[in-house]
C-alpha cells in the first residue's frame, strides 16, 4: 500500500500546546498550522474514549493521550515520564507535560510507501547517556534502505548523530522495510528488516533483506555471530529468511527473542528467533500469492528451515508492534504477548505456555483502527498506536 499523499505533504513544523482548564476539564489547545497539527489531549489524564471494555482475563478503559498523528509509528518510554513519538513521513515529536514538541535534528529521512521514520528505542542505559536508537528509510546506492541511528537526544535535538548500519543492498519499490530495534542486555541489539519486495533476497545470505541482524551499540560486529567466517555472507545476519518483521521482542524471564512477520495472503507469522536458523520465506511458507496460487511449499516440508510456533492463515491479520506484559495493573495478562493488527483493526492477545501458544483473543475489534504499535508502559499499562492520517497515542489501563 503506497499512502503518497503523506510522501507529498512533507511533515510541516507544527508545535502545539494544550491545557486541561477548569474541574470540568476543558481541553484547550493551539495548533499551527491547523491542517497538520499533532493535538496532546492532555497532561497524564488524556481523553477517555471508551469507558470499559470487558475482555476475557482483564476489564479496562481506553484513554486517548495524544491524537492528530500522521501515521505514528512508535512510541517509546523515557525515564522522566516523557514519550517519545515517531511519525512515518519524518517527524519525532516528545510528548511531555501535556505539550508536544518537534525534535531537531533528524537525518534526511526517504518517505516512500510503508518506509520513512520507523522504530525509536531509548538505549538501556538512556538516564547516563542520553542515547536514543532509532530506524528509518534513506536514500543511497541508487535506492531506498532501512538505516539504523544514534543521537544523544539533548534537550529538544539529536546531538552526535551517527548512522550504525545500512541494510545492504537498499531496496527498490515501496514496501517492507521492516523494522524493530531490540536490546539484549548485553551490549547487542537487534533489529529485523523485510525483503523490500524482493522474496528471493531473504534466502541470500548476502543481503540484508528479510533479516534479522544483531550489531554491537556501537554497530560493529560481534565476533561470535553465525555467518562471520562464511565467504559473502553479511556478518551481521543472525536470522534470515524472513518476510517482513514489524514487531519484535527479548522477553526478559527465557531470554528468547520473539518476532512475528507479515505473511503474503494469510501465512503471517509467530517466530523465536534463534541464531543463524532460516525461517523459511519464501521456499517454505503458508499463505499465498495475492493474486491466488502457492508460494513454495509448507514449512513441515522443509527440515532445514524452521516452521513458526503460530500462523495466521487463510487470513492475515498484518502484525505490527508487539509487546509481552510485564505488570502490576493487569494480573490475568502476565506474560501475554500483545500484537497489533493493521488490516484487522484489533489487538491480538497470544497465551503462552512456554513457547507454546495455549490461547489468542481479539481485543478492541473495530474500535480503534489500524494498530501500529503496542507496548507495555512503566506505568503498568498497555499503550498502542494507531496507524492513520490522523493516528492517535492511547492508553489501556485497569477499572474494576
Ligand atoms: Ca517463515
Known amino acids: 500500500m503506497f499512502d503518497l499523499i503523506y510522501f507529498l505533504n512533507a511533515p510541516g513544523r507544527t508545535r502545539c500546546t494544550a491545557a486541561i482548564a477548569g474541574a470540568a476539564g476543558l481541553l484547550l489547545s493551539a495548533c499551527t498550522p491547523a491542517q497538520t497539527a499533532s493535538e496532546p489531549v492532555g497532561p497524564a489524564e488524556g481523553r477517555v474514549v471508551l469507558d470499559r471494555v470487558e475482555t476475557e482475563d482483564a476489564t479496562f478503559r481506553v484513554v486517548e493521550v495524544v491524537r492528530g498523528l500522521r501515521h505514528p509509528w512508535a512510541v517509546a518510554f523515557l525515564p522522566d515520564g516523557s514519550l517519545l513519538i ?18 531537531r535534528g533528524l537525518p534526511e529521512v526517504t518517505a516512500q510507501g510503508q518506509g520513512g521514520l520507523m522504530d525509536v528505542v531509548p538505549h538501556p542505559d538512556f538516564e547516563r547517556n542520553g542515547l536514543i536508537y532509532f530506524t528509518y528509510a534513506a536514500s543511497y546506492d541508487g535506492g531506498v534502505g532501512t538505516r539504523v541511528a544514534r543521537a544523544i537526544l539533548e534537550g529538544d535535538r539529536l546531538d552526535a548523530l551517527e548512522d550504525l548500519f545500512a541494510m545492504n543492498p537498499p531496496g527498490r519499490g515501496g514496501v517492507h522495510y521492516g523494522s524493530r530495534i531490540v536490546f539484549d542486555g548485553e551490549g547487542n541489539l537487534f533489529v529485523g528488516f523485510g525483503d523490500r519486495g524482493d522474496r528471493h533476497r531473504s534466502q ?100 532445514d528451515m524452521r516452521e513458526p510456533i503460530a500462523h495466521w492463515t487463510p487470513w492475515s491479520i498484518a502484525p505490527s508492534g508487539l509487546a509481552q506484559y510485564r505488570g502490576d495493573n493487569f494480573p490475568g495478562w502476565e506474560g501475554d504477548l500483545f500484537i497489533g493488527a493493521l488490516v484487522q483493526e484489533h489487538i491480538h492477545r497470544v497465551v503462552l505456555d512456554g513457547a507454546e501458544v495455549v490461547k489468542k483473543e481479539e481485543i478492541l475489534r473495530g474500535r480503534l483502527g489500524r494498530i501500529r504499535d503496542v507496548r507495555t508502559g512503566p506505568d503498568g499499562n498497555l499503550w498502542v498506536v494507531t496507524d492513520q492520517s490522523d493516528g492517535g497515542v492511547y492508553r489501556i489501563e485497569p477499572v474494576e
Open 86 to 103: 515517531t511519525e512515518r513521513p519524518g517527524r519525532m515529536q516528545r510528548f511531555a507535560n501535556g505539550e508536544l514538541t518537534e525534535i
Open 204 to 303: 541470500q545470505l548476502d543481503s540484508h533483506h528479510g533479516t534479522v541482524i544483531r550489531i554491537r551499540e556501537d554497530g560493529s560486529v560481534p565476533g561470535d555471530n553465525p555467518f562471520v567466517d562464511e565467504d559473502g555472507a553479511h556478518p551481521e545476519i543472525w536470522s534470515y529468511g524472513h518476510r517482513n518483521i514489524q514487531g519484535m521482542i527479548l522477553d526478559e524471564t527465557t531470554g528468547k527473542l520473539w518476532a512475528h512477520e507479515h505473511g503474503p495472503r494469510g501465512g503471517d507469522e509467530l517466530n523465536i528467533v534463534e541464531r543463524g536458523v532460516n525461517y523459511g520465506w519464501p521456499v517454505a511458507t503458508y499463505g499465498e500469492e495475492y493474486h491466488g496460487g502457492t508460494i513454495g511449499v509448507t514449512p513441515p516440508e522443509r527440515d
